[in-house]
């Protein structure tokens, strides 16, 4: 079902919540000011707060079309924005001979047109959609390469991609970008320019607990005050990785599985990897360190 843009920062915050995203005020006014003015939303964070879902939560709920571009170490045009089926290319340039065409000017405008383009995300998300403008989400633009963020520049800017063979393709309306980044380097200042910025940090103990009663509703008040209250002291802890919200909803959905139903130092050292990832930090809370975490999570749960 589509449903038209926000016309306020409550109602931007509803439809937030109305995707089970539990957001901060700051948020929704940088997100429906994104909305209104048609700019892309870069949103830097710690893996793990929710960046990622504010894509997913906005194609939900508005009901656009996802267009999601991972990035990645050596990302190139090629695979984000287009290239040519030079097989199919070379098939019919073949067919053309056999046929006895010989027009070069001809065969060429024939085999690059759009039957033999092959559109990667960023040409996909120009394109008009019976839903309205999609959702094109950048994800984790500080693993790409900074020549591909020069090239983003242009798609950023005017919303249009420029192909040597066709020319300039432009999005009739502008879509709905959102930009993240987990910050392992600096993104250049031109591309943050083009942006609406906002930082997600981990949320406070009282937000945890709303996102994962939502998340995992039938978790035990007592388990999910510990499991919040003890995810809260570890990142205090200063683990290698922090854990992040999504850590905290697997780790209560493991507990849960387990039939769990209070923390005990022998459950919370036995399911640790669902929460840490690295083992120096599943080596450095054990025992007495481990014990003694759990004792003043006890304390902030009750």
């Not at 926000?6 to 937030?16: E, M």
């Not at 995707?19 to 048609?38: F, N, P, Q, S």
């Not at 892309?40 to 997913?56: C, D, N, Q, S, Y």
């Not at 005050?225 to 909803?249: H, Y």
């Amino acid at each position: 079902m589509i449903h038209a843009l926000p016309t306020s920062i409550d109602q931007t915050a509803q439809l937030l919540d109305d995707g089970g995203y539990i957001a901060g005020r700051d948020l929704a006014t940088v997100l429906y000011l994104a909305l209104k003015l048609e700019r892309p939303l870069f949103v830097e964070g710690e893996p793990g707060t929710g960046k990622t879902e504010i894509a997913k939560v906005l194609s939900a709920t508005l009901g656009r079309r996802l267009i999601r571009l991972q990035c990645y170490e050596g990302l190139d045009v090629s695979s984000a924005v287009y290239e040519w089926n030079y097989a199919a290319q070379m098939t019919a340039i073949k067919l053309a001979e056999v046929q006895g065409q010989h027009d070069r000017h001809l065969i060429e405008g024939e085999i690059f047109s759009n039957r033999f383009l092959i559109k990667r995300p960023l040409l996909q998300a120009l394109e008009p959609d019976v839903s309205g403008p999609p959702v094109l989400l950048i994800d984790e633009l500080d693993r790409a390469d900074e020549p591909f963020e020069a090239y983003l520049l242009e798609v950023l800017s005017d919303f249009q991609v420029s192909i040597p063979e066709l020319g300039i393709v432009k999005a009739e309306r502008p879509p709905i970008v959102v930009i993240t980044s987990n910050r392992t380097r600096e993104i250049h200042d031109a591309v943050k320019r083009r942006c609406l910025y906002h930082w997600v940090d981990f949320p406070s103990a009282q937000r945890e607990l709303e996102i994962l009663n939502r998340k995992v509703p039938g978790v035990p008040e007592r388990l999910s005050r510990e499991v919040v209250a003890f995810v809260q002291t570890l990142r205090k802890a200063d683990p290698f990785k922090l854990p992040g919200i999504a850590e905290t909803i697997d780790w209560a959905n493991a507990l849960m599985a387990l039939d769990v139903i209070a923390l005990t130092p022998e459950v919370v050292q036995s399911t640790l990897g669902v929460l840490l990832k690295y083992q120096d930090d599943l080596a450095k809370f054990r025992d007495t360190e481990l014990e003694r975490l759990l004792n003043r999570a006890r304390d902030a749960a009750e």
